[in-house]
């Protein structure tokens, strides 16, 4: 017998003082402190009472701390807390929707009352619905609540044991045995933490010692699954971690409860299943009732007795089932009835039990009673990896004395470690007994009346029935009532075929997982940095993200930027792109294919634009083809489109069977922009190459020195003046960079951010993939047929950009904006003709150098030729469509 | 500063061809081989040394000609060395992948970004892109933290 002693420490419940004792849980410092009501029942708000002391039903659901959904019967009680039960309106004793428990308004209340009440008319749903709402749910969400960082660790035992129980701890020391590494975890603090003085407590005391002294066994307390998935793979929920395990085989010795008696008022406060009542009073020296009447049946119910009178209960009957053809040993004196319970008297609480019997009907007066009447194996875990290597053990695969639970559990271990075949029980067990009356479902309140009707309404099934009534989806997920509903069906179906009354699916989570829990380790935003970051932010850069990169969004004035360039010279970082260099003899061929437009007659040293095509002809990406000699290439593609762009050409140069190596550099290399009127005066400074017009026109690339770092130097007009891209050893970034900025000092050199490139390119009419386009998004549809050679044999995309040569139901268009107004409307802005939304914005910016409006704008063709007119978002800016770049139409200066 | 894990400048070369050829090579003394596709394998050696992983590469693949590609990768991979008795521990709090307890070369997530993982007696080296090392060395000082915090086991 456990022998709390009090301790100054207190926790509120509703406004009271709870004292605590040595090894209390919240549950047990409340019902020592009188405390029979805990919470409300979710549609009725019927009393809930405590049922299981082991975490299983949903009756004692309250919210600790701000925390929501907690089982206050296994919670450890702390000083300090603040406890408040759920589903109240007002207070426990005084709640107004306790008024939705009278006769009448079950009436109103039906299973599944909101697909067929409150509909008609149609203007009072919206109005009831967000009432419904209000009074359901469980409990309210602190949203100061902030969550916590959980780590993830992953772990490879050999088997992984569900249930620190006696099954569970002999099957870890029989894996172990058999040479396998174990981990066993359990959801107590300590294993055998809720289990009452006796053979099996005492069982687990020592098989704990040796699970202990056994270093191939890690033993995880306070610890739950709450799912087992394909791999297999069971993520084991401890205080502080989660570890993913990936075992070679489970053993799952969750245990079992006694089943959940159905019967009129089974759900009033007072009847508590056999071990929950013996856990209150061995555990914590409480006495559960004065007076109790046990409902017999399994091979504990003797124990219980004797545990109950060790506490000062008076047992007036035990109420053994009907058929019982041996009585348990029960202690001298006590009475035994054969027969059934029908009725539980008492609203607050039990106050008497009606039991029908050979001799006729009694009601004995009681408030308690106990129900030791069968055991419902605890499945859930074990029914979601039938098709995995699991094994059962203990009460889940057949309840006995725990002396033979232990023998055989151990031999189950020893299997699982040797890999051999599992014996599993049948699962998802019918009821034995279910009454005409009562709660099947205490978690949502549905009542035999109530799958009754449901059945009659021709929801027959259990899949069905479980749909429609909720009965099996609340907290406890079908623990107390997954076999009465199976039962019930068959009941009610007579003769129907076994699909009616078959089992559910059982799936995750078999226990409350928290949000932060299933995030844990996950919690990290993936950051891709280029080697100039920290340079950056030495020169006050702001960063946005492109994908997974952080860029530069500017480094304070967007138009100071945009002039360096464009009247003077800019460097950029673009050491975001991806960088690709591809070679082998079956090179050209394989470009060929990859690209819409010829790659074979690019000379080396030069360069051409490339798009990159799906199968469907939608653009997925773009950038250059520079031809380095005959047999190797350097690609570009676009920040963030690396990983894409080089899985996409693995997977087509493995499906061609070509010999071409694809080499990722994006990370080894960084890239430099260097642009404006004055990027060759600056860049003539740090190399002695010959960078002139003539020597190295547009559209040429090769390698230079530029301030002692060997530079793969791309002449390209993204921005649309002189420039060039230096590639470089991503090691030398800083070196070059610095070595720029150095050298344009005298020509008021300026870093730029994307913002100032965006204004910069656009200015120029090119797209940037994945802002102006879409996953629709076919060259005809932006203009950019020209990039593509239909005289070519074959390339990726090139049947569907055959076939949707007509079709196009959008096309992009560059737009004038008027007026003088420095505002330019938001990127997404509506197009609008005649009132009529014809299209939307996807660039937009106010040019300093134009002085007026620009943007892209997807719209229907018919409003797509040049002069057509428009207006703009809220503000109907004016707008007309031209064609060609608003910058340099000509080329003249990115020539230059 | 870190206690169980280092970025360690090495230096990194990969090699390209087929794969019986790739099978036949032998690195210098020293260098950790790891095959990382069939086509690819990855040499890494001391820092300093990228010269030296290319030429011995190279020479070893000159007769193939353009169906060989060998490049020097130092700047594109970093290498972060895991030491210690909790350097497992520590690696298994970002990572799904099994040690083998032999040693040996695997390949998998790590920290959420790919890696590829030379396993030695005394120590775990992880090669991930330089471009998200800044974002594996937050997670592993979090986890270090982590691990001090509440201690090395689950």
Redesign the interface.
């Known amino acids: 017998m456990a022998d709390p002693t009090p301790r100054s420490e207190s926790f509120a419940f509703e406004g009271r003082e709870i004292p605590i004792h040595s090894g209390d849980t919240i549950g047990s410092a409340l019902y020592r402190s009188g405390v029979d009501t805990v919470s409300r029942s979710f549609k009725y708000h019927r009393r809930r009472g405590f049922l299981c002391m082991s975490g299983d039903c949903p009756n004692c659901l309250v919210q600790v701390d701000g925390e929501t959904g907690v089982r206050c019967c296994t919670r450890p009680a702390a000083d300090g807390m603040k406890v408040e039960p759920q589903n109240v309106m007002g207070s426990l004793e005084r709640d107004p929707l306790a008024m939705n428990d009278l006769r009448l308004m079950h009436k109103f209340l039906p299973v599944g009352f909101y697909y067929k009440t409150l509909i008609k008319p149609r203007w009072l749903w919206p109005r009831v619905e967000p009432l419904i709402r209000k009074v359901a749910g469980l409990g309210r969400v602190d949203k100061s609540d902030l969550p916590r960082?959980l780590?993830?660790?992953?772990?490879?035992p050999d088997v992984v044991v569900l249930g620190g129980g006696p099954a569970g701890l002999s099957a870890a020391l029989g894996a172990a045995e058999a040479g396998a590494s174990v981990i066993v975890a359990d959801e107590g603090e300590h294993p055998g933490s809720r289990l009452g003085a006796g053979a099996t407590l005492a069982a687990v005391n020592d098989l704990l010692a040796q699970v202990e002294a056994n270093d191939r066994i890690?033993l995880?307390r306070s610890t739950r699954a709450f799912g087992l998935y394909e791999g297999p793979e069971v993520p084991?929920i401890?205080p502080?971690?989660m570890?993913?395990t990936?075992p070679k085989a489970i053993v799952v010795a969750t245990g079992a409860f006694e089943s959940m008696e159905v019967f009129a008022g089974n759900d009033v406060p007072g009847v508590m299943l056999g071990r929950g009542a013996v856990r209150l009073a061995t555990q914590h020296a409480i006495r559960p009732g004065k007076v109790a009447v046990v409902l017999g049946g399994t091979h504990e119910v003797g124990e219980h007795i004797a545990a109950l009178q060790a506490v000062g209960t008076v047992v007036a009957a035990v109420v053994l089932p009907d058929g019982a053809t041996s009585a348990p040993e029960l202690p001298a004196g006590v009475r035994t009835l054969v027969g059934e319970i029908v009725q539980v008297h008492g609203r607050k609480r039990v106050s008497a039990v009606s039991i029908r019997y050979t001799g006729g009907t009694e009601k004995i007066a009681c408030d308690l009673l106990c129900l030791s009447g069968s055991l419902t194996p605890q499945e859930n875990l074990l029914r979601q990896g039938t098709a995995m290597p699991v094994h059962a053990a203990g009460d889940l695969l057949a309840a006995a004395p725990v002396a033979e639970s232990v023998e055989h559990a151990r031999e189950v271990g020893a299997r699982a470690a040797r890999g051999e075949g599992a014996e599993l029980p049948e699962l998802g067990q019918k009821a034995r007994r279910c009454g005409e009356a009562g709660y099947v479902c205490i978690c949502e309140d549905v009542s035999v009346q109530d799958v009754r009707n449901a059945v009659t309404e021709g929801f027959s099934s259990t899949e069905l029935l479980k749909r429609y009534t909720t009965i099996t989806m609340g907290p406890c997920q079908g623990r107390m009532c997954h076999g009465q509903m199976r039962t019930l069906a068959e009941r009610l179906s007579p003769g129907a075929e076994p699909r009616i009354s078959g089992t559910t699916t059982a799936r995750p989570p078999a226990r409350t997982v928290m949000l932060d829990e299933v995030t844990a380790?996950?919690y990290?935003h993936?950051?891709?940095?280029?080697?100039l970051?920290d340079t950056h932010l030495g020169l006050g850069a702001t960063f946005l993200w492109a994908g997974q990169?952080k860029r530069v969004d500017n480094y304070g004035s967007i138009e100071q930027e945009y002039r360096a360039v464009r009247e003077g010279v800019g460097v950029i970082d673009v050491g975001t792109l991806g960088k690709f260099?591809v070679?082998?003899?079956d090179v050209v061929a394989f470009l060929e294919r990859l690209y819409p437009n010829h790659v074979g007659d690019i000379q080396p040293g030069r360069l051409r634009y490339g798009l990159l095509l799906d199968e469907h002809g939608v653009i997925h990406d773009d950038g250059t083809i520079c031809r380095i000699d005959d047999?190797?290439f350097y690609l570009t593609v676009t920040t963030s489109g690396a990983e894409e762009a080089e899985a996409l050409m693995i997977d087509w140069r493995d499906t061609w069977g070509m010999?071409v190596?694809i080499?990722n550099?994006?990370?080894?290399?960084g890239a430099i922009n260097i642009a404006g009127p004055k990027a060759r005066e600056v860049l003539a400074t740090l190399t002695s190459d010959d960078i002139s017009k003539e020597g190295f026109p547009y559209l040429r690339q090769r390698t230079i020195t530029v301030a002692g770092i060997e530079c793969l130097a791309i002449r390209l007009g993204f921005v649309g003046e002189v420039g060039w891209e230096l590639h470089h050893?991503?090691?030398r970034s800083e070196e070059l960079w610095s070595a720029l900025l150095k050298a344009g000092e005298a020509h008021g050199v300026q870093p730029f951010g994307i913002q100032a490139q965006r204004l910069l390119r656009l200015e120029k009419g090119h797209i940037i993939v994945s802002q102006d386009t879409d996953f629709e998004t076919t060259p005809w549809r932006v203009d950019m047929g020209w990039a593509v050679k239909l005289e070519k044999d074959w390339f990726v995309g090139k049947r569907a950009l055959v076939r949707k040569q007509e079709t196009s139901t959008e096309k992009l268009i560059a737009y004038r904006g008027e007026g003088g107004s420095a505002r330019a409307p938001w990127e997404g802005a509506a197009v609008k003709v005649d009132n009529q939304l014809v299209g939307r914005v996807t660039s937009s910016w106010y040019s300093w150098t134009l002085g007026h409006s620009i943007g892209l704008a997807w719209v229907k063709p018919e409003f797509a030729a040049e002069g057509q007119r428009f207006l703009i978002g809220k503000d109907n800016m004016n707008a007309t469509v031209v064609k060609g770049a608003f910058y340099d139409a000509e080329g003249a200066k990115l020539r230059a | 500063m870190p206690e169980l894990w280092a970025i360690t400048q090495t230096a990194k070369a990969r090699a390209f061809g087929p794969p019986e050829t790739l099978d036949a090579l032998t690195p210098p003394a020293g260098v950790r081989a790891g095959r990382v596709a069939g086509d690819e394998l990855l040499w890494v050696g001391e820092v300093g040394t990228a010269e030296a992983l290319l030429t011995a590469l190279r020479s070893q693949l000159a007769s193939l000609g353009n169906r060989a590609a060998v490049v020097d990768h130092s700047d594109g991979y970093a290498l972060f060395t895991l030491t210690g008795d909790q350097r497992g521990e520590l690696f298994a709090r970002l990572s799904s992948i099994r040690i083998p307890a032999d040693g040996g070369f695997v390949q998998g997530n790590f920290a959420g970004v790919p890696s590829r993982i030379f396993c030695r007696s005394d120590r775990l080296e992880v090669i991930v892109t330089s471009d998200v090392a800044w974002f594996v060395g937050t997670r592993l000082e979090h986890v270090e933290h982590s691990l001090h915090a509440i201690g090395g086991a689950a």
């Open positions: 960082h780590e993830r660790v992953y772990r490879h890690e995880l084991l401890g502080e971690l570890a993913m990936q380790g996950a990290a993936l950051e891709r940095r280029t080697a970051h990169w260099r070679s082998g003899p047999e190797t010999t190596h080499v550099q994006t990370s080894a290399l050893p991503a090691s």
